[in-house]
Each structure stands twice: as structure tokens, then as C-alpha cells.
């Protein structure tokens, strides 16, 4: 698979500290980037905008709006303007220098390895020693409940790096935050698109904590999901 069938979507909240530098280690890797500005309210924009200027039109698009709409709103946005643009498949990253640009190549060569895949996940829980016990346990036990759901294995279902062909985001997915992610995988292994897992590094920052996970708030959402999808058994139509 050639770089430019594949973009890297980098949807953003609040994160003045990494942008930049996810941003250039993104870049250096040699792929186009679309940057989603999910309504930040520090500088992170103003950094984007101040680093990037020479370079904007030739290797990245900023996507920027000024309410916070969630995660999930941000890869859709940013998944139709990849689509316009004429790429295949987008690589979904987090902005907040939690995963690895040097790992950007096992999706390349799990493609490779799969080619009928329509989503590769960047698997963390292959060695999660760094995880903290308590997400670690959330994250095996969402994840069973998702293979479950979504009627084939998933290796990690909480991970925002994954590979993503353009025909996933023609399925009804209609979650607009963090469930989006989980949704998605429950849709697409239900409509029979093959999902694969390849081994990533598992990257915890000091001081980061559970970052904008929410504990009440998310897993009342996933219970909610889990509902809704438990008692939906057809296969998920497209729009």
C-alpha cells in the first residue's frame, strides 16, 4: 500500500503541549495529515496555525470548528475530507503523543499481511505492562463484550490508532464522542467487514492519568451501547 492512498487523522482537544510535535513526527514519516480541531479552548490551534503556515496547503488540511462535538464528530468530519481528496484509507491517531509515529509501519505491513481488512487495530493489550491496572482491566473486559457485539475477535477495542478504509464511514454510525470508536467496530463486524489486529506499543505518560476518560460518564455510554446493539440483530445498513 503507497503513502498516498493513506492520510492520518489527527482530531484534537485541548492539546497545546503535543500537537506540534505528533504533528512533525507525523510528517517526517511522509504522510499527508488532516487536523480536526475539535473546539479547543487553549492554544492549541494558534500552535498548529503558527508552525505549519509554510507547509499548510502541501502537506496537511485543518479542519476547525469552535463547539467541542466529540471524537467520534471529529473522525467523520475528517473522514469526508479525506474521502474528497481521494484517499483510500485513514490512519486514526491520538493528539496527545500517546501512540507511536515508528509504529505507523505495522498497519502498512499488517495490510499487506490483510487485505480484505476494512479496519486494523493497533493492538496494546499484546503488552500492556505500562497500562494502568484498573484501564487494563476495562479495556480487556469492553473489549470481550465488543467481540462479542460485533460478532468476530477484537483485539482492543478502546484504541484510537487504527487503519480505517473509506467504506466503514459509509455505514450507519451515528455516535458522535468516545462510543464512536466502539460503535464502529460492532457495525463494521457486523456488516462482514474484517477487522485485524497488529501489535503496538502501549504508551502511558507520566502525570496523564486517564486523560479525558470520564468514568461515570463513559461507561454509562457504553452500557447504552451495549443495549442498543444487544438487541439489534440485522446487519448495519449503509446511508
Known amino acids: 500500500m503507497s503513502k498516498d492512498k493513506v492520510c492520518v487523522l489527527l482530531p484534537f482537544y485541548n492539546e497545546e503541549k503535543d500537537i506540534v510535535n505528533v504533528t512533525k513526527s507525523i510528517l ?10 475539535d473546539g479547543s479552548t487553549d492554544l492549541s490551534l494558534y500552535e498548529v496555525m503558527t508552525n505549519f503556515y509554510v507547509d499548510y ?3 496537511m488540511t485543518v479542519i476547525s470548528y469552535k463547539q467541542n462535538e466529540g ?9 469526508r475530507e479525506a474521502i474528497k481528496q481521494g484517499y483510500e484509507y485513514v490512519l486514526a491517531m491520538d493528539s496527545d503523543g500517546q501512540t507511536r509515529t ?12 490483510y487485505p480484505d481488512a476494512k479496519i486494523i487495530i493497533g493492538n ?35 484504541t484510537g490508532f487504527r487503519l480505517i478504509h473509506k467504506d466503514v464511514f459509509g455505514l450507519d454510525l451515528p455516535s458522535n464522542r468516545y462510543e464512536f470508536e466502539s460503535e464502529m ?15 503496538v506499543k502501549c504508551i502511558y505518560q507520566q502525570g496523564r492519568g486517564f486523560g479525558k476518560w470520564n468514568l461515570r460518564r463513559d461507561v454509562a455510554k457504553f452500557i447504552k451501547l451495549f443495549f442498543k446493539y444487544l438487541f439489534l ?3 448495519s445498513s449503509c446511508k
Do not use: C, W
Open 57 to 59: 496547503d502541501k502537506t
Open 71 to 79: 471524537k467520534g464528530y471529529a473522525l467523520k468530519r475528517g473522514a
Open 102 to 113: 515508528e509504529d505507523i509501519k505495522q498497519f502498512i505491513t499488517g495490510l499487506k499481511k
Open 124 to 158: 496494546r493489550l499484546v503488552n500492556p505492562a505500562q497500562m494502568p491496572p484498573f484501564k487494563r482491566f476495562m479495556n480487556k473486559f469492553s473489549t470481550l463484550i465488543i467481540s462479542l457485539l460485533a460478532k468476530q475477535p477484537v483485539g482492543d477495542s478502546q
Open 28 to 37: 517526517e514519516e511522509g504522510y499527508f495529515v488532516i487536523l480536526i480541531n
Open 185 to 199: 467496530l460492532i457495525v463494521a463486524g457486523r456488516a462482514g467487514m474484517q477487522i485485524r489486529n497488529v501489535p
Open 233 to 235: 440483530h440485522n446487519k
